[in-house]
C-alpha cells in the first residue's frame, strides 16, 4: 500500500513543480529539473538520512521517467496548465499529505524513534518544496510567515504515526494522516491561518 | 568526551539558530526548522560524507527533542532573547569551536586521512550557518568579505589534530582545538580582520 | 581511465570555480570554498545518491590538496586569471563533458539502470554549477533561461551509454560522449542557442 501511496504523492508533486516552474517562465528544462526535484527532494533526503538504499526512486526506476515525462508534457502545454492553475494549492497539500505519511511509515520500518520518524515525515513532505523555492532564488515559504504548512505535515505524521500503534488496521492510520494533513493545509489556506510570529522588539 | 561536546555544540548551535531566525521575524515554525537546521547541518553533512550512520542526531535522539525545546521556548519569549542578542557572537563562536573539533576527531576516528579530517572539521563547524544563511537568502557569510570564520575553524582543526598525535593528553588537544577556534573568531569580529579579497581588474 | 578523466574533470572545476569566485570579488576563504564546491558538488552528490562511498574524494585525497592549491594560487594572483577570464567557458564546458560521461560510467559501474545512469551523468555533470550559483546567490542558470547547458551533459551521457553497449572500443564510447557534450555547450554559447520557454498566458 504504501508504494502505492508513494507512486501517487511522486506524480502529484511533478504536477506541483511543473505548474510553479511554468509560472515562473522556466524553459523545458527547468521545468523537468524543478518537476525531479519537488517530486524526489523530500524522500532522497529521508532515504539518505536513514541509510536506505537503493534510494526510492532507483528502486522504482519507472518514478524517474514518469516524472520526467511529466516534466517534459508540461512544458509543452503551458495554456492548459494556466486552466488548471487555481488548483495549484490542491496537488500541492495531496503531495504534503501522501509524502509526510510515506515518511514517516517509513521510518518506522527502518527503526527510527518516534520523535525521528515524525520529523521523517515532515521532512519528507516539505523538502521538496523547499529545494523549489530555494531553486527560484525565494525564501522557502517554511521560513517565512505564510499559512500553515510544516504544521500540517507535523499534525499529520503524528495522527498516523499514534493510530499505527492502535489496533485499528493500518489503512486507517495512513488514511487518517493524509486527510488530517490535507484537510489542514486547504483549511489553513482558505482560512489564512498562520502560526504566530513574533519579532524580537 | 566528545559526546559531551557534541552534546554542548547541538544546546549552543540552536540558539545561535533561535537568535538568528528571531531577528529575521521568522514564526514557530521557522525558528524551530532554523535550529534543527544551524544545529544538525554540518554534522550531518559530515556523516553522510564519512557514511557514519547511524547519524549523530538519530543515534542520540534527546538532541532532537532538545534542539526542538530550545526552538519552541525560543518562539515564544522573543522578548527575553533580545536582551541576549548582544551575545549572538559567543553561541556562534563556541559551536564553531566545539563542531570544528568533533568533526575532526570523527573523521579521524573513521579512518580519514588529514586534509579530509580538517576539511570535515571545517564543514562540520562552519555548514550549519552556510545552511541558515542560504534559507534566509542571503550569500553565505562563508562567501562574502565577513571577518574570519571558516579560518578559524580551519586552524583549531589543524591544532587539535596536530596536537592530537603528540604524547599529550587528549584532553589537550581537544581544548587547545576549541578555545584556539573561539578566541580566532573574537578577536577577528573584535578587530574586524579579513582575509584579504582582491577583485580581479 | 576513468580515473584519469575523473582528475582532469576536477582540475577543470577547480579552476572554474576560482575563476567564478575571482569575478564575485570573494575573498581568498571564498575562492577556495567555490572551488571545492564545484570540483567535489556534482562528484559527491552522485556517490551519495548510488551509496558509493568512499566519496570519489575522500578514496583519491591528492584530489582535495589539489583542488585547494588551485582555489589558493588563484586567490593570490587575481591578475592573472583576469587575462584568461574570456576563457571561461572552454574549463567549464570541458568540466560539463568530463564529468557528464564520469558520472553515468559510475552509475552503469554501480549497476545502475540506464534513465538513472542518464540522471546521474547531468547530476554529476551540472551540479557543481547548481551549488556555486546557489552559494552567490543567483537562480542557478540550469533554471533560467540560457544556452543549452543540462541538455549538453544529457545528450553527452546519452551517446556515451548507447555507444558503451556496442562493440566500440571504451575510449570510443568515452572520448565521442565527452566531444559532444563539449561541442554541443560551446556551439550553443557562440550562437546563444536556447531550449524554448512558453510563460504561461
Chains 1, 2, 3 share one sequence.
Do not use: Q
Request: net charge neutral.
Amino acid at each position: 500500500m504504501l508504494d502505492g501511496i508513494e507512486f501517487a504523492a511522486v506524480v502529484v508533486s511533478a504536477i506541483y513543480g511543473v505548474l510553479r516552474a511554468a509560472r515562473k517562465g522556466l524553459d523545458v528544462v527547468g521545468v523537468i529539473a524543478l518537476a525531479l526535484a519537488v517530486a524526489f527532494g523530500g524522500g532522497t533526503l529521508r532515504d539518505l538520512f536513514l541509510d536506505r538504499h537503493p534510494l526510492f526512486w532507483i528502486e522504482h526506476e519507472h518514478y524517474l521517467v514518469i516524472a520526467f515525462g511529466i516534466g517534459l508534457i508540461g512544458a509543452a502545454i503551458p495554456g492548459r496548465l494556466a486552466r488548471i492553475e487555481k488548483l495549484l494549492a490542491l496537488p500541492d497539500a495531496i503531495g504534503l499529505g501522501l509524502f509526510s505519511v510515506v515518511g514517516a511509515a517509513v521510518a518506522v520500518e527502518a527503526g527510527a524513534s518516534l520523535p525521528v520518524a515524525v520529523l521523517m515525515g515532515v521532512v519528507t513532505g516539505t523538502f521538496g518544496g523547499v529545494i523549489g523555492d530555494v531553486i527560484c532564488n525565494e525564501i522557502p515559504s517554511l521560513f517565512r510567515p505564510s499559512p500553515l504548512y510544516a504544521t500540517c505535515s507535523f499534525v499529520g505524521a503524528w495522527v498516523y504515526l499514534l493510530l499505527e500503534r492502535t489496533t485499528l488496521a493500518s489503512g486507517v492510520a495512513v488514511g487518517a494522516g493524509i486527510a488530517v494533513t490535507v484537510v489542514l493545509r486547504l483549511v489553513a489556506l482558505k482560512w489564512n491561518i498562520h502560526v504566530p510570529a513574533r519579532k524580537m522588539p
